[in-house]
């Protein structure tokens, strides 16, 4: 069912997503704008007209999926990013290659992919494990890789009771499934896009949980110091009353606010 809301910064009536799928909403833009429901009234000579009613206030319903924080699309309004966050698949959206290897348990929930051959008229269903192994191949269907691909990409992010977690779609299938931040993050292409969920991830959590995070981004980077070998550069917060921290190789190397942090981690 289509969501259409008012944006409250200038009362627009605009289009949010459909049903759990607020993909014109960055989940910091929440409480810009408020739901409207359509309701119909009846004139007395029977005409019927539809408008709408919205909400006093913002409604945050769990289990919503958010669009990601495309750094490219920074200073975008609520209702108008135009394109489905969940098809979007440039830099930021993207996952290593390791990804398959590491969670192979994905290949149990298969997929299904439909190739079209419109020369014969053979329409064809196939199993999709998402990039992760090929279909149970027979006498008649034989199935190679042509340049293995990464079809597991970013899509939204999901709130619910206790944490922010990360959604990951299959782009040939279109199945999907979420992550605590730490399972999808060193899959992460681009810092940026990592950074941004790791701190939307922490402020989430702090919001709901009496308890620290463990939520933490950690990458290899060439040492600077002549020794073999690669340093490993990590990002976290130990608490809710603490500032951020980044070490290299075990060592604290800056403490302070998230942006300050966040730089120096990109410039590793």
Not at 184 to 196: Q, S, T, Y
Not at 226 to 253: H, M
């Amino acid at each position: 069912m289509s969501e259409y809301a008012k944006r409250l910064s200038d009362n627009a009536e605009i289009y949010v997503g459909s049903c759990e799928d607020v993909y014109q909403a960055r989940w910091s833009q929440r409480e810009d704008f408020v739901y409207g429901r359509c309701c119909c009234k009846e004139g007395d000579d029977g005409t019927q007209e539809y408008y709408y009613e919205y909400d006093s206030k913002p409604r945050i319903d769990l289990n919503t999926r958010w669009r990601l924080p495309f750094p490219d699309e920074d200073g975008t309004d609520v209702g108008d990013y135009g394109e489905n966050h969940a098809y979007r698949d440039n830099t930021y959206a993207r996952l290593t290659s390791d990804v398959l290897s590491e969670m192979q348990g994905l290949a149990q929930s298969k997929g299904l992919i439909q190739f079209r051959d419109d020369r014969s008229g053979l329409l064809v269903n196939v199993a999709c494990y998402h990039g992760i192994k090929l279909p149970e191949a027979n006498e008649d269907v034989k199935y190679f890789w042509n340049g293995r691909g990464v079809p597991l990409r970013l899509s939204a992010v999901k709130n619910t009771e206790k944490e922010l977690r990360i959604v990951v779609k299959c782009t040939c299938c279109r199945d999907a499934w979420s992550f605590p931040f730490n399972e999808i993050a060193p899959f992460i292409v681009h810092d940026e896009m990592a950074l941004r969920l790791l701190k939307d991830c922490q402020d989430y959590w702090e919001e709901k949980n009496d308890t620290p995070s463990n939520y933490e981004l950690s990458k290899k980077v060439n040492r600077t110091d002549g020794k073999p070998g690669l340093s490993t550069v990590s990002i976290f917060k130990l608490s809710e009353d603490s500032e951020w921290t980044v070490e290299v190789d075990g060592e604290e190397a800056v403490y302070g606010e998230f942006d300050l942090c966040s730089a120096f981690y990109k410039s590793k």
